[in-house]
């Protein structure tokens, strides 16, 4: 019997952690109650940038695609795909940001996807292959989904691509004494040609 359980990977990694949390988020709808407080809170913040890194490589190819805009292209595709994030964020979260708080996390948006596509641009030779790409995992009788938001095509092969804002790094993956962050490790197990990184 296969048992199809909401929550990706997070299910994995807080069964790892507390087995009772994992009951009471992933099975019984648990949620911390978070205090009342003005703007975006980092959960927002993450899905906003992650929209707006969806929102600028959507019609671009490849790393060499991003080195040819020059710097008014790049600048205008950067505005262009924080506001078009920020727009979609605020969809359901009118009430949240004020005109001011807006152009301040219009800015902020700005200045972070910069920053990335520095990195991005100093990366060798990749062509983007797929963007918000669904995956179903199955571990045993659970059957988990999820998205992997970026796979490229490098010359060592693919690389998975999962866009974080917060603190992450390989040591979570690690599986001793347990793995802390299951998420692209499942998702490379559950792949049908493995990736050659994430």
């Known amino acids: ?6 929550g990706g990977t997070a ?33 927002l913040r993450g ?3 992650h929209r707006a890194l969806e929102a600028f490589w959507r ?12 710097a008014a292209e790049r600048a205008a595709r950067i505005e ?9 964020v605020l969809e359901k979260h ?5 005109r001011a708080g807006r152009a301040l996390e219009q800015r902020c948006t700005e200045r972070l996807l910069d920053r ?12 983007v292959v797929a963007r918000e790409q669904k995956i179903a995992m199955r571990f045993g009788p659970l059957t988990l989904s999820g998205t992997i938001d970026r796979i490229d095509r490098t010359p060592a092969g693919s690389l998975l691509i999962d866009y974080k804002t917060g603190a992450s790094g390989r040591n979570a993956w690690r599986p001793s004494p347990r793995i802390d962050d299951p998420q692209l490790p ?12 994430l």
């Open 116 to 127: 990335w596509l520095d990195l991005e641009r100093d990366r060798g030779p990749f062509e």
């Open 11 to 43: 299910v994995l990694r807080d069964q790892s952690a507390c087995p009772f949390r994992a009951q009471a988020v992933h099975r019984w709808g648990a949620r911390e109650l978070a205090p009342p407080r003005p703007g975006l809170d980092a959960r």
């Open 186 to 197: 499942a998702y490379a197990l559950s792949m049908t040609e493995p990736p050659a990184a």
């Open 59 to 70: 019609d671009l190819a490849d790393r060499d695609a991003l080195i040819a805009l020059d």
């Open 80 to 88: 262009n795909a924080a506001a078009t994030a920020l727009e979609g």
């Open 47 to 49: 899905t906003l940038l």
């Open 94 to 98: 009118r009430l949240t940001l004020g």
């Open 1 to 6: 019997v296969r048992h199809e359980v909401r």
